[in-house]
């Protein structure tokens, strides 16, 4: 493992004549890569370099034979030397997993209610409300691009950006269906209802990573519908965007101005083909999704929320949490560490076996 470590630190060395080059340093976004990469192998040549002052600590010990209080010194720094020894294979084997190129960017956040009618859109919009809250905690920015009201409350669909560096990477393992079990306020016998919502963490694309031809498009214009007041559902200023090539279909008609539309939708358009992208390529590499825990697939129930027993299971941890009421109020933290936990446990299991 250690040889790996520092094969992979010895490409500062590269990176550093490399931001001496006059090409790359006339390439404002090749700056950018190269720095973000040094940036990123920093630490590890630090940690290298106390691991390699950890070894020198215990051949010293040989040195010393012969000199009985110094021996005695030496032998003391070599199994202090040999406990932090094993503290930095900890945390340097970390680096041996490949990052996610998309950890960084923001996110398109899309919800939907599922089986559970009203129930299953009360639901929906609680757990917008939770994701909005979590990203309100983080210092994240979010803005509700779509949006369709149920009529007994809650939302049939909604589709939101959060805008924040780390965002993909915290929320992506939020990808899925998420099933609720409580009993509705309509419930008169008391019995626990089942309810779901499906949720997709997309990461956000720009117009850079996606070229879309005009040529692929076909984009329909309608009068809004639902509340809306003044001109919103007075005026053709829903825009639905149809992608030929793919039959994905977006619509947006929460502004006034169908250009504003527009604009929103080819961004949750570019998110979608960008993410349905990179999981063929995953596929062709015969890994999973990056960093995704599963498939990520809105088919897969990767959670539970029991409301009489306060209680949510994470059925890819196997575990679960309590204070429910809590973690509907944004205080998912805890659950999405022991998921990037358990995301590095099974790649460095499977790095291990290769």
Sequence with gaps: MIDKLRSLASEIDKLNTKMRDPDVLSDPKEIARVGKRISELEPLVSLLKEYDACLAAIDFVQEAKGD?????????????????????????????????????????????????????????????????????????????????????????????????????????????????????????????????????????AEEVDIHIKEEDLRIDVFRSSGPGGQSVNTTDSAVRITHIPTGLVVSCQDEKSQLKNKVKGMGILRSRLYAAEQERLAKERGDMRSGQIGTGDRSEKIRTYNFPQDRVTDHRLGQNFSNLPSIMEGDIGD????????????????????
């Design 68 to 204: 009985s209080e110094m021996e005695a010194f030496a032998e003391e720094e070599a199994d202090a030397a040999k406990i932090r020894m094993s503290e930095l294979e900890e945390e340097m084997k970390l680096f041996l997993i490949p990052k996610d190129p998309d950890d960084d960017r923001s996110v398109i956040l899309e919800i939907r209610a599922g089986t559970g009618g009203e129930e299953a859109a009360l639901f929906a919009g609680e757990l917008l409300r939770m994701y909005l809250r979590f990203a309100e905690e983080q210092h994240w920015s979010t803005e509700l691009l779509t949006k369709a009201d149920a009529e007994g409350g809650g939302i049939k669909e909604a589709s939101c950006k959060i805008d924040g560096v780390g965002a993909y990477g915290n929320l992506k393992y939020e990808s899925g269906v998420h099933r609720v079990q409580r009993i509705p306020a309509t419930e008169s016998k008391g019995r626990i209802h089942t309810s779901a919502a499906s949720v997709a963490i997309l990461p956000e």
């Design 335 to 354: 659950i999405i560490e022991q998921l990037k936990r358990h995301d590095q446990e099974m790649k460095l299991s499977a790095i291990a076996e290769s």
